[in-house]
């Protein structure tokens, strides 16, 4: 029988340790870059894995996974997002911040013997891993995020890219090793040594008029002098606590690496991701004749709600088990590990002496261990029984069921983690979740239309169920409207007799809430990348927003997209009828004309973005001050958003608003609708053109 630890295991340089030593069942791996920066500021690294074949070298460029690159092997090894601690709390007042890497080592082919963990720096910053105040790498088992291993670094100088640590198999196993091995010259130098042709070219229209930096030239195909002579499985060999001196590599490379078929760009991401271009395009009339093509998933001869959820389930779950990336995709987010996906429909319990019936069972089984967990669904207008809820979840705690799972239109609102309330007691050993319509359909188009599927014909059954998905007959559309309470508390706001304390205007904050969800979701199947909706969480901040809204009748939330400027505010304002879209954008520094700064960001607004968007200058100096222009007019005569006594500029508000819709319901002439349109139209024009500032003289 294998140990099962209780607390990580540290590694010191060069040390290795097998990983069944670790733990019985491994399931999937999650890796943790995390550093801590001085006086209280992140460190601003990127992680990066290179797979390494039995030479020590990439087969070809797609085994580099990093920022441009964040998949490989189908999934088997994905770069997360950066982990960033809660503001106001001491890992977030100390600086840490982690990079994340999962690795499902099973789904590795067997010609990568070696997967080298790795992180850099941004060498226009000035700063490198010896200005960070702590460095580490920890191991974790993704299943129930038990720490299993933790390597700290405490030799880093100079480096602006770091070998951490790396996984390599020894006689059938994985072992893992702690390495620490740096580079000065950086990531191009790193990967270079490992067999990775980088390209030398760059992005020339990238940095047009916008006042970024060029980033030097990344270095070619030869490995530089700051290249170790071998990877770190070969310079340390195989016994236990052995270690490499210095944080840096000495040795020069005897040859360069043999050349990539492609060269791979490191240049770091500087602008937002860009929306579609035909994210606006209506939907095409209808041709005329009334043939209906076949369909996989048919809305035909849909009649009550009961048979829309039958029909909504069992194509759901079917999906989900054809199209294993959509599958993974939905149920990693609910704790289950990757693997292998079986589901039923209306399966019978017996609870009590009452009979229960679940819309599915979903199972994912992995090697010998089994994750289970209860579906119920709930289509169009049909809201969640916490009643039911409970039930179900006494079903999977009785059974040793892992989880139970409810699927509707509607969106946790408010603090709340899930739409019905359940006494927490009975989630010690059942974890409960929620996935939105709006979030399964946002994750099949990820999957579908940015991620990408391996098998075509699996592709088209997903391409087919969003399709489904996106009828109006499906009962899968999202959030349709602003609640019953809508109509009173708009009235009441116009009124200026709404009550902070009154439930309906609860509702509303609460609704308008789930209105930011949806907003996330339906950015992210744009862009391709995950938006968060950041709401709220605190008791005080709701009760804040409340009155806000009664006294003023404004409601905003946030949403941020990976690689934007800001987060971007999203309003409404129901005395003003007003739907509004604003992000804020830090002024260049040093010493620059204020008329220059504002030629920066003007110089970076397309020319189709339209001269009702308003631009605000706000002003240093200990009094508070601002000039304000629409953008119209600021490019006829720029000089006009300048202060009258030339204090300097220290940043941009930039916002744009549209009639705000009174109708309930989704659509156009809708709260929903107007909101939804500012975002998008303001991102599009606004948000994903802006870069920020880079002194190119630093």
């Known amino acids: 029988m294998t140990d099962v630890i209780s607390e990580p295991q540290a590694l010191t340089k060069g040390a290795n340790v097998a990983l069944s030593k670790l733990s019985a069942e491994l399931g999937s791996l999650t890796v943790f870059l995390d550093s801590r920066g001085r006086e209280g500021n992140?460190?601003?690294?990127?992680?990066?894995?290179?797979?390494?074949?039995?030479?020590?070298?990439?087969?070809?460029?797609?085994?580099?996974?990093?920022?441009?690159?964040?998949?490989?092997?189908g999934g088997a090894v994905h770069l997360r997002d950066k982990l960033m601690p809660e503001p106001g709390t001491d890992d977030a007042d100390l600086g840490w911040s982690s990079d994340v890497v999962t690795l499902e080592l099973d789904d590795v082919p067997d010609e990568i013997e070696r997967i080298v963990v790795s992180a850099s720096l941004d060498p226009t910053t000035g700063v490198t891993f010896g200005d960070a105040a702590a460095i580490r790498m920890r191991l974790q088992r993704t299943s129930d995020a038990a720490d299993l291993l933790v390597f700290d670094i405490d030799d880093a100088t100079s480096e602006l890219a770091l070998v951490f640590g790396?996984?390599?198999?020894?006689?059938?196993?994985?072992?893992?090793?702690?390495?620490?091995?740096?580079?000065?010259?950086?990531?191009?130098?790193?990967v270079a040594a490992h067999g990775v042709e980088v390209s030398a070219e760059t992005d020339e229209s990238s940095d047009e008029g916008s006042g970024q930096s060029e980033p030097p030239e990344t270095e070619g195909s030869g490995a530089s002098d700051d290249a170790p002579s071998g990877g770190p499985a070969e310079q340390a060999g195989d016994s236990e606590g052995t270690t490499i001196t210095g944080a840096t590599a000495e040795e020069p490379t005897a040859a360069p690496p043999a050349p990539a078929k492609r060269g791979v760009s490191v240049r770091r991401p500087t602008r937002a991701p860009r929306l579609p271009a035909d994210w606006d395009a209506s939907i095409p009339a209808?041709?005329?004749?009334?043939?209906?093509?076949?369909?996989?998933?048919?809305?035909?001869?849909?009649?009550?709600g009961e048979e829309q959820e039958r029909r909504a389930t069992s194509a759901l779950l079917a999906v989900m088990t054809m199209v294993r990336e959509f599958g993974g995709a939905l149920t990693t987010k609910c704790g289950a590990p990757r693997g292998v996906i079986t589901a039923y429909v209306e399966v019978p319990f017996g609870q009590d002496e009452e009979a229960y019936r679940p819309d599915g069972v979903i199972q994912v089984t992995r090697g010998q261990k089994q994750w289970t967990a209860l579906v119920e669904v709930k289509t169009s207008n049909g809201r969640l029984n916490a009643e039911q809820i409970d039930h179900y979840v006494e079903i999977a705690r009785t059974r040793g069921y892992d989880a139970v799972i409810t699927i509707s239109n509607e969106l946790a609102g408010g603090d709340?983690?899930?739409?019905?309330v359940i006494d927490r007691r009975k989630l010690r050993k059942v974890s409960l979740h929620h996935l939105s319509w709006d979030q399964v359909r946002a994750q099949a188009l990820l999957t579908a239309r940015h991620r990408g599927v391996a098998d075509a014909t699996q592709g088209k059954v997903l391409e087919e169920f969003i399709r489904y998905m996106s009828h109006a007959r499906s009962g899968m559309g999202g959030l349709g409207d602003m609640g019953p309470s809508w109509v009173k508390v708009r009235d009441a706001v116009k009124a200026k007799t709404a009550r902070a304390s009154d439930k309906a205007t609860g509702d509303i904050s609460a609704r308008y809430d789930e209105l930011v969800q949806h907003l996330a979701h339906h950015m992210s199947a744009l862009l391709g990348v995950e938006v968060q909706a950041l709401v709220p969480r605190e008791t005080p901040d709701h009760a804040s927003r409340r009155q806000q809204l009664a006294d003023s009748g404004l409601l905003f939330g946030r949403l941020k997209v990976p690689g934007a400027v800001?987060?971007?505010?999203?309003?409404?304002?129901?005395?003003?009828?007003?739907?509004?879209a604003t992000v804020s954008v830090q002024a260049p520094r040093g010493d620059t004309r204020p008329l220059t700064r504002v030629n920066w960001l003007l110089r970076q607004l397309p020319e189709q973005a339209k001269d009702s968007i308003r631009i605000e200058a706000h002003l240093a100096g200990p009094r508070a001050g601002s000039t304000a222009a629409l953008l119209g007019k600021a490019r006829e005569d720029p000089a006009c958003l300048l202060p009258d006594d030339q204090r300097e500029i220290k940043s941009f508000t930039v916002s744009f608003e549209l009639p705000l819709g009174?109708?309930?319901?989704?659509?156009?002439?809708?709260?929903?609708?107007?909101?939804?349109?500012?975002?998008?139209t303001f991102y599009a024009d606004v948000v994903q053109h802006i870069q920020p500032w880079v002194d190119k003289r630093s």
């Not at 797609?62 to 690159?69: H, I």
């Open 42 to 73: 992140a460190v601003d690294a990127d992680v990066s894995v290179l797979l390494l074949d039995a030479s020590g070298k990439v087969r070809s460029g797609s085994d580099f996974v990093f920022y441009n690159q964040p998949i490989a092997l």
């Open 166 to 190: 790396e996984f390599y198999r020894r006689d059938g196993a994985w072992k893992v090793r702690a390495v620490g091995q740096g580079y000065a010259d950086g990531l191009a130098s790193l």
């Open 286 to 304: 209808a041709d005329g004749n009334d043939w209906q093509t076949a369909r996989l998933f048919p809305v035909a001869g849909i009649g009550s």
């Open 416 to 420: 709340a983690d899930h739409p019905v």
């Open 566 to 580: 800001d987060v971007i505010v999203v309003g409404a304002d129901l005395r003003s009828d007003k739907a509004t």
């Open 662 to 680: 009174a109708k309930r319901a989704a659509g156009t002439g809708t709260l929903i609708g107007s909101v939804k349109s500012a975002t998008t």
